[in-house]
């Protein structure tokens, strides 16, 4: 059969067109790309004025707005998150983390884990971003906090070590310990910035540290198991709970002796303590009495009281000073006391077991 010429053009057309047919069979398109993931939403911005709630049990910082009085978000800290301190100049929190197991009110010690010493430190957490930046390093079961005038160093309370740790905030390390009394507990920075006093459940007694003369000057008897240290603002006093002695122990800072025993009631649990800013009135929660006392500071007599709820211990005020803010660790909860009024006006919903509570404005 002879093949015209338009036949010739017609099977040339049909070959390339044979031929791509056949590539494309053999070769199939490319699946396409699955889609990119979502970015993640950003972090909610921090609240001018934050309560920050320290959770030992979720093992978290929960974030509170202050002007509405709603939870803002929860940062994840570390293993046992009690005690909390901010910089001087608002910009970061210090938490004290700790790896040793829980041993709440009658919990035989001897039947508990090991402790995770791994998880000792001290968290900080930059309160503009809302996130723990680093965990620097502290001694055995950090239990309490406290920060120097300056913003250089932070003071921590080593519960199992029987010791004060100095950590320099610059490279997170401890430059320097003081061996104290047992079990020590509540960390506070005299407003002279001269000097830490810190708080000997065990030995019923506070210990005041002369930072300039690297050492402990003397230690003053308090009532038993001492729990924390407020000052007037003029630093002449200070007045330190003794949670089994139902009593404040007032001291004079001058002379570092005892001035007055107050008692503060049968059944009273003395904890936490907060001073207001004129000096007038001392806050004090009693943790397993329920209770929010107001001490008036010129008769040293209690003027009112409030139940905040099971087991109150971190205690703060607003930074308008008209409100108190208490951490329940039974109930995960924090309860909002109005100062003038004496209403508990709301519980605010927090991680499991807060134990700590700080007031921060944010810069």
Known sequence: MRITSSGRFGLALLLPIALTAAFACSNPPPAEKPAAAPAPPPPPAMPAVGIYVTNESSGDLSVIDAATL????????GKRPRGIAAS???????????????????VDEKTLPPPDRTADGIGVVDLKEGKLLKVMTSGPDPEQVAVSKDGTKVF??????????????????????????DEPEGVTVEPS????????????????IDLDAHKVVK?????????????????????VPA?????????????????KT??????????????APDGGRLYVSTGRSKMVLALDTKTNKVVASKEAGP???GIALSADAKTIYTANGPSNDVSVLDIVTGDLTKKIPVGRGPWGVAVVRSR
Not at 70 to 77: A, G, R, Y
Not at 88 to 106: C, E, F, H, M, Q
Not at 156 to 181: M, P, R, Y
Not at 219 to 239: E, L, M, N, Q, W
Request: charge should be neutral.
């Open 193 to 208: 910035g001269t000097r830490v006093w810190v708080t000997s459940e065990e030995d019923g007694a506070v210990y005041v």
């Open 243 to 259: 949670e089994n002695g139902a009593s404040l122990t007032l001291i004079d800072v001058k002379k570092l002796s005892v001035l």
């Open 156 to 181: 921590v309370a080593n519960e199992d070590a029987g010791k004060l740790s100095v950590v320099d905030v610059a490279t997170g390390q401890i430059v320097e310990s003081f061996k104290i009394g």
């Open 219 to 239: 230690s003053v008897k308090t009532g038993p198991r001492p729990r924390s240290i407020a000052f007037t603002p003029d630093g002449a006093h200070a007045y």
């Open 88 to 106: 001087p100049d608002g910009t970061r929190l210090y938490v004290a983390l700790s790896g040793s197991p829980n041993a709440g009110p009658g």
């Open 70 to 77: 709603t939870p803002v978000t929860t940062i994840k800290l």
């Open 262 to 275: 107050i008692n503060l009631g049968e059944g009273m649990r003395p904890m936490g303590t907060v001073m």
């Open 311 to 313: 087991r109150p211990w």
